[in-house]
């Protein structure tokens, strides 16, 4: 808008108006009278100027005082003024006669320009002081207007505890610092500067009812009718408002680091008088707060104090009227009231402004600067409407602590829903968490220039610790999927509140894509997948459980991507991309390209035999054990039958063992624990085979039972070594031994051999001879004729000598050799290693054993450095039984372990 604006000198000196004015600054003073004033002042909110200017018809912009210093001089008697300085925010232009102009000029605090910039912030474990300061110097210091008439002061007395986390959301910076100061019970309010070198304003904090250093005022109050007298401030009007007010204020939070409740409550101290003291017994102020509100009890009661506080100076409050004064707001006055009676000589003299408006008009006819009939244009003008001449303030008894209220009028802000955040962190670092399993977060609405992209702020510094929802989380025990750095999370707030986030949850994006199931791409095609994977810190390896739920295909795969390890049930397949897969087969795979351990304490069981739908319990073997009945039966029917021919008896004790220890497996229900078997119960039959060698090894017995045959092939040698002895038995056909090739050799070199038949024996040879060696040889036929070779020969029988030959040659003495095996005298022997449980290399030096053989001797011993015991050495092989034990030093000696 446009006006005409004086451009000519003042014709009057300015020290004669009411109410004067200053542009301070370099740029040209523009040629304005103020006309008339509306001051409006409270605690902890921003002053407010209207003022009605005139001016003349010179062409000037008005728009150009936008954004000005300016200060207004009102008159308090003695040629002193009170000057209100502060920053025009607004201009109405009114109309003229040609000879002037009227303007009306807005004018605020810095504080009220702040509510100019609305902004998105973090804030990061300062204290609610700390943070208004940050603020307010950045506007000092990036803003020419504010830096050269705004200052502020504390005057804190309290200790403030650090906000780990506080953060400015959709809130212009005047609303963000109202509601720290509120929360906190920080009050504030304004003192101008009025000397001729500055003019501006300083904001005031203060807590605990800390004032400035000023000596009180002094009103009067006039009767009606009476005159004032002198140079004294004197009011005409005041009035006492009580009011019924909360009795209590009780807070309630809860800290999920102890994991408790937290309590605070306060009650009032302020006398009520009797009837409205019972009145507001039960008018108690209960609020349930965002989680750990306060760190401990003590200061959630603080702060419900503090609330009590803002309800108790509601109880009492004074509300006065009066012609203009100096009274600024925050200041004390003594009241002087002579038509005080005695009831109300209880009633408090010294008081503390709270608020206050004053309406002024200035002398500019007496000043001569227009005629009265301008004057009179000009106040008849809809701009002037509303302008007065006088005082009406408000204030309480002094002594009472002024604390803002902040139930009733600011709350933190509230969050409308979720939002997403990017997972932050360390340079390098995958994951960036805490001993609770928190992260920091990033909220895409975090101004660049707060958190530029290249300081720690920007990673693990942009947010505190957030904790993160879970399916389930208990002492020790729940879930764990840690967000990563870079990941985009959803983020929820308790009670809606901005400075209590929580990760509910973690998105895919454009860059951040679906899970690759078995390594494979293909949404929406790979529709049908459900699952879970994992992926390597700073790799590309993962592992996955994958429910693949395509009609007809159903299969289940938990995996790890590492040597290709995965168990696969149901419908087997090739990975599945874009929705297709060829079937390899149906059931379970267990596979890896690495090792692979079964391992159970309490037994394994391998079968063949169907329980089809799972049916039956886990360990059922009836078809295993009636095999082993069978087995056994065979194998004692045929050893008992052996043994009642000659051949050796055999020992079944161990199969016995076995077969019971298997038949007593724990069902379903039974407490007991299992035998550490491994069996093995194939209905189709079984097979092992491999290319390169097979070994089977038994501590005590190896017996191989079949209701058939038992054959046993070998393309290159068969060789069976008995430590005790060699028995075979053949129940009803031959026992054949046959060498195609090579000889066949019998011996016994410690003993005899025995070769009997109940029908013929028959020694041939279909070339070569037969040879019988031996020191001596007897023939003897079952009627005691005889044949003794050896020392001679000796010939008898009862019966006839016949001897047929086609000639007798008896000649002189002749005799031959024959090679004879030569048998070795090595005895039997054995020497033990002692090593730790479980640990095959570390071996037990120092150990001191017993060994028992079977032929009642004892060998005790002490291992070597190397852990070898005692050697053993006998003629025969032979059992042992070993004990042993090991001297373990101890502060107080040597023990037995």
Not at 176 to 194: H, M, N, P, Q, S
Not at 503 to 510: D, E, K, S
Not at 809 to 834: C, H, I, N, V
Request: with cysteine; hydrophobic share 40%.
């Amino acid at each position: 808008m446009k006006g005409r604006l004086l451009t000519g000198p003042v014709p009057v000196d300015s020290r004669s108006r009411r109410i004067d004015i200053r542009w301070p600054g370099r740029a040209p003073a523009p040629a304005l009278w103020p006309h008339a004033l509306r001051y409006r002042d409270a605690l902890n909110e921003p002053f407010r100027l209207d003022v009605l200017c005139r001016g003349n018809d010179a062409a000037a912009d008005t728009d150009a005082l936008k954004g000005r210093i300016v200060a207004f001089g009102i008159d308090t008697g003695g040629q002193q003024r009170r000057w209100l300085c502060g920053v025009v925010s607004g201009i109405v232009a009114g109309g003229g006669s040609g000879h002037y102009s009227t303007v009306e000029l807005t004018v605020e605090s810095a504080l009220s320009m702040l509510d100019r910039r609305r902004t998105c912030r973090v804030f990061q474990d300062r204290t609610v002081p700390e943070i208004v300061a940050a603020i307010l110097d950045e506007h000092m210091a990036r803003n020419p207007v504010i830096g050269a008439c705004f200052s502020y002061r504390t005057l804190l007395d309290r200790h403030y505890s650090p906000r780990s986390y506080c953060v400015q959301f959709n809130e212009s910076d005047q609303h963000f610092i109202d509601r720290l100061l509120a929360e906190e019970g920080i009050t504030y309010f304004f003192r101008f500067d009025g000397g001729d070198e500055s003019l501006g304003h300083h904001m005031v904090l203060t807590d605990a009812g800390s004032l400035p250093d000023e000596p009180p005022r002094s009103l009067q109050l006039l009767a009606a009718g009476a005159a004032a007298t002198g140079r004294q401030q004197w009011i005409s009007q005041w009035q006492r408002v009580s009011q019924l007010t909360t009795h209590s204020v009780a807070l309630a939070s809860h800290d999920y680091r102890p994991a408790c409740a937290l309590r605070g409550r306060d009650e009032t101290v302020v006398e009520q008088g009797s009837g409205s003291h019972q009145a507001g017994r039960s008018l108690s102020d209960y609020q349930a707060l965002a989680p750990y509100y306060a760190d401990h009890d003590r200061e959630l009661g603080a702060y419900a104090r503090l609330r009590m506080q803002a309800e108790e100076m509601k109880a009492a409050t004074f509300h006065g009227e009066g012609p203009p004064s100096d009274l600024p707001i925050a200041s004390s006055f003594v009241l002087e009231d002579p038509s005080a009676s005695a009831d109300t000589a209880r009633q408090p003299s010294a008081f503390i402004t709270t608020s206050t408006h004053i309406e002024l008009r200035n002398n500019l006819l007496e000043a001569a600067l227009c005629s009265p009939a301008v004057d009179e244009a000009i106040a008849g003008e809809h701009l002037a409407a509303g302008y007065g001449d006088h005082l009406r303030f408000t204030a309480v008894a002094a002594g009472v602590p002024l604390v803002p209220r902040y139930a009733d009028l600011f709350d933190r802000p509230t969050v409308h829903g979720m939002q997403t955040a990017t997972v932050v962190g360390p340079v390098g670092e995958e994951v960036h968490t805490d001993e609770l399993g928190r992260i920091r977060i990033r909220f895409h609405w975090q101004e660049s220039d707060q958190h530029p992209s290249d300081t720690p702020e920007a990673s693990e510094r942009s947010s505190t610790w957030v904790r993160v929802s879970w399916p389930g989380a208990g002492d020790g025990f729940g879930y764990q999927f840690l967000p990563r750095v870079g990941q985009e999370v959803l983020v929820a707030f308790l009670h809606g509140d901005i400075d209590r986030p929580v990760v509910v949850g973690a998105l895919h994006n454009g860059r951040q894509a679906p899970p690759r199931f078995s390594g494979q791409h293909g949404l929406p095609g790979n529709r049908a997948l459900a699952g879970m994977q994992s992926r390597e810190h700073g790799g590309e390896g993962y592992g996955e459980l994958l429910m693949d739920n395509t009609s007809g295909e159903v299969r289940t795969r938990l995996a790890a991507s590492p040597f290709a390890s995965e168990l696969n049930l149901g419908h087997l397949s090739t990975p599945r991309r874009d929705g297709h897969a060829q079937p390899r087969g149906e059931g379970a795979e267990l596979r890896t390209d690495a090792a692979l351990a079964l391992r159970a304490a309490h037994g394994v069981l391998l079968s063949t035999y169907a329980r089809q739908m799972a049916s039956g319990e886990q360990l059922d073997r009836q078809e295993l054990l009636a095999l082993l009945d069978d087995c056994t039966q065979l194998f004692r029917g045929l050893g008992e039958a052996a043994a009642a021919r000659g051949a050796s008896a055999c020992e079944d004790e161990g199969m016995a063992e076995l077969v019971r220890a298997l038949r007593e497996w724990p069902d379903a229900n039974a407490p007991r624990e299992g035998a550490p078997l491994v069996a093995v119960a194939a209905e189709g039959g079984l097979v092992s085979a491999t290319p390169a060698s097979q070994l089977q090894y038994a501590g005590r017995n190896h017996d191989v039972v079949a209701t058939d045959d038992v054959q046993s092939s070998s393309g290159g040698h068969t060789r069976l070594m008995a430590g005790g002895g060699l028995s075979l038995y053949a129940q009803d056909e031959h026992l054949q031994v046959i060498a195609n090739h090579g000889n066949v050799i019998l011996q016994a070199q410690q003993a005899d051999l025995q070769a009997h038949a109940e029908n013929n024996l028959l020694l041939a040879a279909g070339e070569g001879e037969v040879v019988i060696s031996a020191p001596r040889i007897r023939l003897v036929a079952e009627d005691g004729s005889y044949l003794k070779l050896g020392g001679g020969i000796e010939l008898g029988t009862e019966g006839a000598a016949v001897v047929h030959a086609a000639r007798h040659d008896w000649l002189g003495a002749k005799t031959e050799s024959a090679d004879t095996a030569a048998f070795a005298r090595d005895p039997a022997s054995r020497q033990l290693r002692f090593h730790y449980e479980g640990d095959l290399q570390a071996v037990a030096a120092g150990v001191q054993h017993t060994l028992s053989l079977d032929d009642g001797d004892t060998v005790q011993g002490t291992a070597d450095a190397e852990g070898l015991g005692e050697a053993v050495q006998r003629d025969g092989m032979q059992r042992v039984q070993i004990q042993a034990r090991q001297k373990i030093e101890d502060a107080q000696g040597e023990t037995d372990g």
